[in-house]
């Protein structure tokens, strides 16, 4: 079975056990969360809405989607809750100047800070990316 000068394979070495599943960043989840609207999975652009859940929305998708809820979409799961305009508020976001959206670093040659968020908070000044609460 060795064939190599009498090794003897064990039971662990030759059975595969079940695979591990695996576990998603809780950091890039809470970025993906303030970065891409919920339904459409586009990056968030003016006007931005949210539902009474807190999720992030772009109020074109929003409207789309109660115009023709027939249609088939990948995360129609994520607005069954909004039944109507009643149901969104708009936000007066403040834009974040330190951040630089586009004009990032591409290359992948220094450190890219992902939780740079694009909007602060007016009052307080905090990043608008889920670390703070």
């Given at each position: ?62 409207i789309e ?69």
């Amino acid at each position: 079975m060795g064939c190599d000068g009498g090794t003897i394979p064990k039971r662990h070495e030759l059975v595969k056990g079940p695979k591990k599943v695996e576990k998603v960043d809780r950091n890039a989840e809470l970025v993906a969360k303030w970065t891409y609207c919920a339904l459409s999975q586009e990056k968030l652009k003016r006007p931005i809405v949210t539902c009474e859940l807190g999720r992030l929305y772009n109020k074109d998708a929003v409207i789309e989607y109660l115009l023709d809820k027939s249609a088939e979409r990948p995360n129609s799961e994520a607005v069954t809750h909004i039944r109507g305009t009643r149901d969104i508020k708009e936000l007066n976001l403040t834009d974040n100047p330190e951040w630089e959206g586009e004009r990032r670093n591409t290359k992948g040659d220094k450190y890219e800070d992902i939780h740079c968020g694009m909007f602060i908070c007016p009052v307080v000044g905090l990043e608008m990316n889920g670390k703070h609460r």
